[in-house]
């Protein structure tokens, strides 16, 4: 099966960036078409949509994320990222990678609609 691994988690004053990680295998040659995502939950609340990108390396941002945030991707080692910069105490969360099942990424961040999740790496943002 499709195995997604977060890391790149860690904590961090309040402004400071991090850059997480999330390796894909199972999925061979197909990776190139897939569209990831990047969400993120704390304890209590709904997942929450931060970005996806889809085969061609369109993006969807959540509202938050203003350009604060980048989704990337690294077609070579099969990795996804999410470049994490100025961030807030209120962007601490657990984050997650998802993939969504196809080469077009849905127009919403919706957590539902993700099939394959990994199993999360903490973002600890310090007031």
């Known amino acids: 099966q499709v195995q997604l691994v977060e890391s790149g988690g860690g904590s961090v004053q309040a402004g400071g960036s991090l850059k997480l990680s999330c390796v894909v295998s199972?999925?061979?040659?197909?990776?190139?078409?897939?569209?990831m995502g990047w969400f993120r939950q704390v304890p209590g609340k709904e997942r929450e949509g931060v970005a996806s990108?889809?085969?061609?390396?369109?993006?969807n941002y959540g509202d938050f994320v203003k350009v604060r945030f980048t989704i990337s991707k690294d077609n070579i080692k099969h990795v996804l990222y999410l470049q994490l910069n100025s961030l807030d105490p209120e962007d601490s969360a657990m984050y997650y990678c998802?993939?969504?099942?196809?080469?077009?990424?849905?127009?919403?961040?919706?957590?539902?609609?993700?099939?394959?999740w990994g199993q999360g790496t903490q973002v600890t943002v310090l007031s």
């Open positions: 990108i889809d085969r061609g390396g369109g993006v």
């Open positions: 998802a993939n969504f099942g196809s080469y077009m990424c849905p127009a919403r961040l919706d957590a539902a609609v993700y099939q394959a």
């Open positions: 199972g999925y061979g040659s197909e990776y190139d078409s897939l569209c």
